[in-house]
């Protein structure tokens, strides 16, 4: 027993340096993640094309304007004057389908407006404000919006492989940072409904700066699908795995313990990563999800209470064992719990499609069936270890 006792403290010491070793090169790692900027050198000949050669006035021959490599290969041209109208052109290459500019009070998709433009397939140039009511394409309403126009109209132009989406807005007062959406489908819109987007980013824009060098921006929906893939992985597999590993092994004395430790320390680098990517795209993009964020860090803080909780465990000869068993285990299934509940609401406030869904849909099922099979062949070994237990008491006397 004191070999037993003595092993596992001398694992409990391992355990804690790595923790610190790993806490640290995470810090490193983490804050370089957090402060990248993104940002990449490219030809500054893409902002040098002549646009008077196929775009009317002010369109083509803009003054003090602002050109921006922002996403892929979409070019933002920007130009504001003192009585606070802005001229927008905004390009990229195309081939078929929409291409999508908004402006949102957050840097989310509900309550956004937003200018689209598409070639159709008869050759007619398309170009429509979008009220973005949610995420539902009944929700994305044709022809409606709080963007405030100028008297010149807006236009779209194909030109070579690129399409060109230009418009002027009138503002109240200068806009300075201004969370903006861009998107786009290979789809043609249909009666003038949008098909879902293939891709979409959410940036801030600076649109009070000076004359900038073409850099390419922080690609946001990297960030996004680092950030879910993280969460899903730390809160949805590794922690219940290691949950499941406790609650089930306990026969496999001290395999349990050693697999229940190492699976869940792994889980804690993985969600605090998770977190930290997700400060960062919130420091970048400032979305209003205020509740994410809330049931993130509470669930994150039960985390840590409970790798404080590992290097304060009683021993189990100790009265307070059990009250420390008890703590454990419900702090434990109240992380697992908050943290599955934040998954399925950042899925659906990011927008993040039916694959994200059906995957954590899968994922989640799959661990409720394979614990619920393990929890029936424990109450089997169980009742026969009851049932055996008197006939070897009477086979003894």
């Keep these: 027993m004191a070999a037993g006792f003595k092993s596992e403290h001398s694992f409990v010491n391992l355990v804690s340096l790595i923790l610190v070793m790993v806490l640290l090169s995470e810090h490193g790692a983490l804050l370089g993640l957090a402060d990248e900027t993104g940002n990449l050198d490219v030809e500054s000949e893409l902002c040098n094309n002549d646009l008077t050669t196929f775009l009317p006035p002010p369109y083509g021959n803009l003054s003090n304007v602002r050109c921006q490599l922002v996403w892929n290969t979409f070019i933002l041209r920007y130009s504001q004057s003192r009585d606070h109208v802005v001229t927008f052109v905004l390009s990229a290459l195309y081939t078929t389908g929409w291409v999508g500019i908004g402006f949102s009070k957050d840097g989310m998709m509900p309550g956004a407006n937003a200018m689209v433009g598409w070639i159709s397939k008869t ?121 499941m590993v406790a609650r089930f092994m306990k026969q496999k004395e001290p395999l349990w313990f050693y697999l229940h430790t190492i699976i869940q320390f792994i889980s804690f680098f993985v969600v605090v990563s998770g977190v930290v990517v997700g400060q960062a795209l919130y420091n970048s993009i400032h979305a209003d999800v205020s509740a994410h964020r809330g049931i993130g860090y509470f669930a994150l803080t039960l985390c840590i209470l409970q790798v404080i909780a590992f290097f304060i465990r009683p021993d189990k000869e100790s009265k307070f064992r059990r009250l ?41 099922g799959t661990l409720l069936i394979v614990a619920a099979i393990l929890q029936v062949l424990s109450m089997m070994r169980s009742s026969e270890h009851k049932v055996q237990s008197p006939a070897s008491q009477i086979n003894g006397l």
Excluded: C
């Design 123 to 243: 050759g007619h140039a398309r170009i429509k404000q979008y009220h973005l009511k949610g995420y539902k394409r009944s929700e994305v309403i044709p022809g409606k919006g709080f963007l405030n126009f100028t008297s010149i109209p807006p236009v779209v132009v194909l030109d070579g492989a690129n399409i060109y989406l230009a418009f002027q807005l009138q503002f109240a007062s200068a806009i300075k940072r201004q969370p903006t959406l861009l998107a786009y489908s290979s789809k043609y819109p249909v009666n003038h409904e949008l098909s879902v987007h293939d891709d979409k980013l959410s940036m801030v824009i600076d649109y009070s700066t000076a004359a900038l060098p073409v850099t390419a921006s922080v690609d946001h929906s990297q960030m996004k699908r680092s950030h879910g893939i993280l969460g899903i992985l730390g809160w949805g597999l590794f922690l219940p795995i290691g949950a």
């Design 324 to 364: 420390w068993r008890t703590y454990h285990g419900f702090v434990g299934v109240l992380a697992l719990l908050f943290g599955s509940v934040n998954i399925v609401y950042g899925i659906q406030i990011g927008s993040a499609g039916t694959a994200w869904k059906i995957g954590y849909g899968f994922l989640l």
